[in-house]
C-alpha cells in the first residue's frame, strides 16, 4: 500500500491565489475551500489511493516563534483567506479524510511524524508527502518515502532530491540553515549561496562537521575563506536555523495505520456542508461514499 500524507496549509493558500472569490449563501469567502475540496477530490479518484490523512497549520504560529523572533507569523496573510482556516478542515473530514490541525507544532511536524510512524509498517511500500516544501525533503528515502508536487506532476526521491539541492536529504536541514528559507523567514548565513553550501556539505555532511578554517577543506568554494569566516562567526546563529528547519517527529498522532484507510465520503455530512457553502455543482463529485446507517 500507499499512504498520501497531504500538507493542508499549502493547498489551502494554493487555491486560494488560483480561483476568483466565492462566497457562501451566508457570505463567508469560500474560494479557498472550494478549490481545496476539488483537489482532494482528484487525487482521491486516482489509482491506487487507500490511506490518507491531511494535516493543516490550525493556528499560523507554533514554537519555533518563541525560539526565533523573525520566523513566520500569519502576518501578509489575506483576512478572507485566514477566515477559511477552520472551515478547510471540517470540509476535509467531510470527505472523509483524517484531519490532523496542529497548534504548538506545524503541519509539516505531523506529516513527518506520520512518516516516520508508519513508513516501516507491514505492508507500506511508499509514503508519498503531497507537498512542494522543501523542508519535507529532509524525510526523503530512497524511493520508500518521496515528496509530490501534484500542481507540477514532479516526485523527488533521494537521487531527485540530491540533483536538485546537491545535498542528500538527511543535509537538507543544514543546507536551508546556511542559504535561508524566505518562506519560513530563515535569514541564511552570509556568503553561503546554493552552490557553496551544496559544494561544501557534499563533503562535510552536516554543519556541525565544518572546519572553521578554510585551509582544513577538502573543497574550494569561490572566496572560501570568507565563506568559512562568516560561518565560524555565526556558529550559534547556524545552530538555531537548523534547529528551526529540523522537523519534529514526536507530534501525537492518535490514529492507527487503518484509520487511515479511506472508505470513501460520509454522504450525508458531505452534502450537507455543500448546501451550507452553495457547492451545488460539487453535492455528487465523491467517487464512493462511505456506509452509513441512515
Known sequence: MKIHLVDGTYELFRAHFALPPVTAPD??????????????????????????????DHVVESFRNDMFDGYKTGE??????????????????????????????????ALASAT????????????????PDKDLTQMVIGSKVVCLDRRRN????DAGVRRKFGVP???????????GDAADGIPGIPRWGAKT????????????????????????????????????????????????????FDVPLTETLDELRWNGAPKQEYQTLCTELGFDGMMNLPSRWAWEVE
Do not use: N
Not at 463567508?28 to 489511493?49: F, H, K, N, W, Y
Not at 478572507?80 to 470527505?95: C, G, K, P, W
Not at 538527511?170 to 540553515?177: N, Q, V, W
Open 76 to 109: 501578509g496573510t489575506p483576512e478572507d483567506l485566514m477566515s477559511q482556516f477552520h472551515l478547510a478542515e471540517r470540509a476535509i473530514a467531510a470527505l472523509g479524510v483524517v484531519v490532523w490541525p496542529m497548534v504548538e507544532f506545524e503541519a509539516d511536524d
Open 116 to 131: 516516520v510512524l508508519w513508513r516501516d509498517a507491514p505492508d507500506v511500500d511508499q509514503v508519498v508527502i503531497c507537498s
Open 197 to 248: 553550501a551544496a559544494l561544501v556539505l557534499d563533503r562535510y555532511g552536516q554543519i556541525e562537521s565544518i572546519p572553521d578554517d578554510s585551509e582544513q577543506w577538502d573543497v574550494r568554494p569561490r572566496g572560501a575563506q570568507a565563506v568559512a569566516a562568516s560561518l565560524a562567526e555565526r556558529r550559534e546563529e547556524a545552530a538555531l536555523y537548523k534547529r528551526l528547519i529540523t522537523l519534529r
Open 169 to 179: 536529504p538527511a543535509s537538507i536541514p543544514d543546507y536551508l540553515a546556511l542559504v
Open 27 to 56: 457570505g463567508r469567502p469560500v474560494s479557498a475551500v472550494r478549490g481545496l475540496m476539488q483537489t482532494i477530490l482528484m487525487l482521491l479518484r486516482e489509482d491506487g489511493i487507500t490511506h490518507v490523512a491531511c494535516a493543516f
Open 154 to 157: 514532479i516526485t523527488l526521491d
